[in-house]
């Protein structure tokens, strides 16, 4: 715990997010500058022989010469962190356990953490399960131990508060082990508290609405959003509606960050008061799709992509293309069961690149 880590910043994002899923070409090695880099967990503590289990390139070297750049040993990998019991059911409805949860996120670890590492964290704690009492924590208390990090932050208030962050598999499965089920996630990073790194569109449906309502107005922000030169993405938030992910490269402040947000939301509702609402008054929002703009300001939240959702079934969060968004008829499409699926997804052509690129908010 302590002061943040040093974090590369934006352009370590672009990397993981490309070698994870086939965006970026990959440029001819020089000699020497290939590194072995062992994801937390891939590697256990007493493999003696050195063996990978998951092992996937990573990227080269920039950080030291060709001739400097060694292969690290399995001395340097973490010993994995334990989950005390295991056996505990978590879902009661489908029979997925506290073990069977931090194998998952383990597995997603490298998708996850894209998104995940070195950004404040809100987690809900279900530590008997998620039909048990649940909260949510977003400061650290000193109980997570040394794989779960803080970054002291100032708020309203005058005080300053530490609140969580993970930078790598080890603080996920840290959280798992004290009951987290849900990882959300601020929409700037450690490095870059003031500037936002993305936008997030939550589409809100009311109880009576299909799905396919929900579906018909993710396109329609979309097609507006590119309106502005602004390219976004879908996720399934694995609850009820759809998330309208907007990258940004993190310039502009909270402030105008949040103005645009409420703006375009608000706009959106007044050019089709029939299907939206940009109010987050229940009475408002009957028959109607609610464009939840807050997620965009300072000290909010919103579901990090591969994060599971306490809810019946153990759904997660996942990211879809638009074709793909199409077909889909409910977000809560994937399940922790799926785990295996959602790593050959993230690989595929449909999802290269999801959730980068270089844009800014449009002077509107």
Known sequence: MGSPRPDPGRDRQRDQVGLAVGFRPIP?????????????????????????????????????????????TSA???????????????????????GQLADYYAAVAPLMLCWAANRPISLLRCPQGRNAACFFQKHDTG???????????????GGVAPYLYVEDAAGLIQCVQMGTIEFHGWASSVATLEQPDRLVFDLDPDAGLDFGDVRKAAVDLKRHLADMGLTSFAMLSGG?????????????????VKSFAERFAR?????????????????RRTGKIFIDWLRNQRGSTAILPYSARARSGAPVAAPVSWSELEDVETPAMFSVDDRDTLIARANARALTGWGVADQVLPDV
């Open 240 to 256: 009820k509606g759809v998330h309208v992910v907007v990258p940004l490269t993190p310039e502009a402040g909270w402030d105008a």
């Open 267 to 283: 706009a959106r509702a007044e050019a089709e008061p029939k299907h939206f609402t940009a109010t987050i008054a229940k009475a």
């Open 76 to 98: 340097k990998a973490p010993a994995r962190t334990k989950v005390t019991h295991p056996e505990r059911l978590l879902f009661d409805d489908s029979k997925i356990t506290k």
């Open 143 to 157: 109980s997570f131990g040394a794989p779960v990090h803080h970054v002291d932050i100032a708020e309203k208030d």
């Open 28 to 72: 001819e090695p020089s000699a020497g500058r290939i590194r072995k880099r062992v994801e937390p967990g891939a590697l256990d503590a007493d493999d003696s022989d050195d063996a990978l289990r998951r092992p996937s390139f990573r990227g080269l070297r920039g950080d030291k010469p060709a001739e400097d750049a060694v292969p690290e």
